[in-house]
């Protein structure tokens, strides 16, 4: 009954390759977000996602493409990974419009090697 | 770019002390929120402030906004070791973006 959830977990993969972590959340949420916290526990936005649409993307490199099948997912699909890009990324998920508490999925920790 | 800067980094205490942890913001916020972060976890919610607000409680949480001085306090009173954990405040703009600004956390070890 986890209300965000992420998979997978862990991921540890080589420069180069392209993978995805994918999120869900089963509390009827409006509003999705994707967050990469790195080593110094800093925690920064990179996607959010309204009723499916894109409403705001941060300075983020084009290899990082996040993808909402529909309200209660967004993935997060990765090309050409960087060591640069090893980091603790999160999904979180708020009511909507005037509901400003968001609710975080668990991480997954990526290492790129 | 970063809003929210917490003091101090870390704080150690012993059980039953109280903590505080102070955050500053750059800019006018709609709200400001407080944040859990337990070792490998995600974050966890644990109160909002409101511009317009200057102190709420929830349990043994006291939150404090100075809005003319652009920050914010969280008290934990009576602590315990379960209180072991990151902090994090984060502000909300209002400006319809739906976006929070999160801190660099205050790293909280409570000791038995």
């Known amino acids: 009954d986890t209300a965000v959830s992420q998979t997978p977990k862990y991921l540890v993969t080589q420069m180069g390759n392209d993978k995805s972590i994918k999120c869900e959340q089963n509390?009827?949420?409006?509003?999705m977000y994707w967050y990469k916290q790195d080593s110094k526990k800093f925690l920064k936005i990179m996607f959010s996602?309204?009723?499916?649409?894109?409403?705001i993307n941060e300075t983020v490199p084009n290899r990082f493409s996040p993808k909402s099948p529909d309200k209660a997912h967004l993935n997060l699909h990765i090309n050409s990974l960087e060591l640069g890009d090893s980091a603790v990324y999160f999904c979180?998920?708020?009511?909507?419009?005037?509901?400003?508490?968001?609710?975080f999925g668990p991480g997954t920790r990526l290492l790129v090697l | 770019s970063q809003q929210g800067e917490e003091d101090p980094q870390a704080l150690s205490i012993q059980e039953g002390e109280n903590a505080t942890m102070n955050c500053s913001y750059k800019?006018?916020?709609?709200?400001l929120q407080w944040y859990r972060q337990n070792s490998g976890r995600g974050l966890v919610h644990l109160i909002l402030i409101r511009s317009n607000e200057r102190e709420k409680h929830s349990g043994r949480l006291r939150v404090t906004l100075d809005t003319s001085k652009k920050s914010s306090s969280l008290l934990i009173t009576a602590s315990r070791a379960a209180d072991t954990a990151s902090y994090f405040c984060a502000t909300d703009d209002g400006a319809g973006s739906y976006q929070l600004t999160f801190g660099k956390g205050t790293k909280l070890s409570v000791i038995p």
């Open positions: 509390l009827g949420h409006d509003t």
């Open positions: 800019t006018s916020i709609n709200n």
């Open positions: 979180a998920s708020k009511p909507g419009a005037g509901q400003e508490t968001q609710y």
């Open positions: 996602y309204n009723n499916k649409e894109l409403i």
